[in-house]
């Protein structure tokens, strides 16, 4: 069909009229058989669109379900996942180490050991290469993507956190949550270029992929944005009615971010100019928020044990979905090729008195019972 045959799939009170029995007893000449001939064809054609276009509109309106557990045991607690898709890897920032799954199997393909408390995890764009935010030994770590084996320790600032690959400037960036900067290593010589204060703790970071890169400061309620061609902070945005912003999704088409707040909120802020949008109700303890470009679907993964799905296709950011996951499954990916959703949590045992160090200790996993959960529809 040529372009603009499906123009709709309904006609107007004209075009019903025009298409019914003509009831006159006069001989229907050739050019009105033509005529009622091309009407109804129409008519077909735009059946036929519906018809083409409803499994896909029924896909985006069908409930998240989760489809299968996958068992990765060990010990500690998490933080980041990443997806490879054209790998079928799942990376999990696991204690001390990165645990590796495949995700056409569900089973553990490697683990990356030696670490000292991963947060978390980036890739290269020549699918050779990867990079750990190792926080606890203030070290980013680079690996190799086919062996799993460490190839070089560049030290970093204090306790990196959210670590990205930049692409455009091939350059890896690591938001340094104790020290409150940012440490920018050149991927060709494994060096730090540059260190660049931030205006308070930095937790997620997204990158647009042509040199702008966005980060949470979850101790100021903002997001900044910086320049990876200049290494500068070009903008600090506060955010409204959503405070202590962690996880952060990005909508790079429609210039849209989606940091996770407390006070159960997803904010939504135009990355263009920083100005609130709007802000949405999730779950309580969300530490991480997904994108699927495909569907205009936002995701918030909460501590409570629930995934948050909000349809950011519509003008008031509805919450379209509370689907219940498990108690800790804080933290998430989605996975746009697999149209798949990872969290990632375990069972718990008691809560640890509060230390100086830590004023609001979680309650200690359960050794062995770390798990994947993979939700899709």
Not at 31 to 58: E, H, N, W, Y
Not at 138 to 158: H, K, Q, Y
Not at 232 to 243: F, I, Y
Request: overall charge negative; proline content about 7%.
């Amino acid at each position: 069909m040529g372009p603009g045959f499906c123009r709709s799939g309904k006609l107007s009170r004209r075009e019903e009229d025009d298409i019914l029995p003509v009831m006159e007893p006069e001989p229907i000449m050739p050019m009105q058989r033509s005529l009622d001939f091309l009407k109804l064809t129409f008519v077909a054609a735009a059946m036929l669109c519906g018809v083409l276009a409803a499994p896909a509109i029924v896909a985006a309106q069908q409930p998240y379900k989760i489809i299968d557990r996958w068992k990765v045991g060990g010990e500690g607690g998490w933080d980041y996942l990443l997806a490879d898709s054209p790998a079928h890897r799942l990376y999990l920032a696991h204690a001390m180490r990165v645990d590796v799954v495949d995700t056409q199997t569900g089973k553990l393909a490697g683990s990356i050991t030696g670490l000292h408390g991963v947060h978390g995890i980036a890739l290269d764009t020549a699918g050779k290469v990867g990079y750990i935010a190792d926080g606890g030994g203030n070290a980013v770590v680079v690996f190799d993507r086919a062996t799993l084996a460490t190839l070089a320790t560049i030290p970093a600032g204090t306790n990196p956190d959210a670590i990205v690959f930049e692409p455009a400037t091939q350059t890896v960036w690591t938001f340094n949550g104790r020290s409150k900067d940012a440490t920018v290593i050149d991927a060709a010589t494994r060096k730090v270029v540059t260190t660049i204060p931030l205006p308070g703790k930095p937790e997620f970071a997204v990158v647009d992929g042509k040199g702008t890169i966005f980060d949470n400061i979850e101790d100021k309620s903002e997001i900044i944005r910086l320049d990876a061609h200049t290494a500068k902070l070009t903008a600090e945005w506060p955010m409204t009615g959503c405070d202590g912003p962690t996880g952060l999704a990005f909508d790079i088409a429609g210039a849209r971010l989606f940091p996770v707040c407390g006070e159960k909120k997803m904010g939504v802020m135009d990355s263009k100019t920083g100005k609130m949008l709007a802000t949405a109700e999730i779950g309580n303890g969300p530490d991480a928020a997904g994108w699927d470009a495909a569907h205009k679907l936002a995701f918030a993964s909460c501590g409570e044990g629930v995934l948050s799905v909000i349809d950011a296709g519509a003008p008031s950011y509805p919450t379209i979905e509370t689907l219940a996951t498990q108690r800790g499954a804080r933290t998430m990916v989605y996975d746009a090729a697999a149209d798949r959703i990872y969290l990632v949590t375990a069972e718990f045992g008691a809560t640890p008195a509060p230390t100086a160090e830590r004023p609001r200790p979680r309650p200690t996993a359960i050794p062995g019972s770390f798990i994947v959960l993979v939700v899709g529809r």
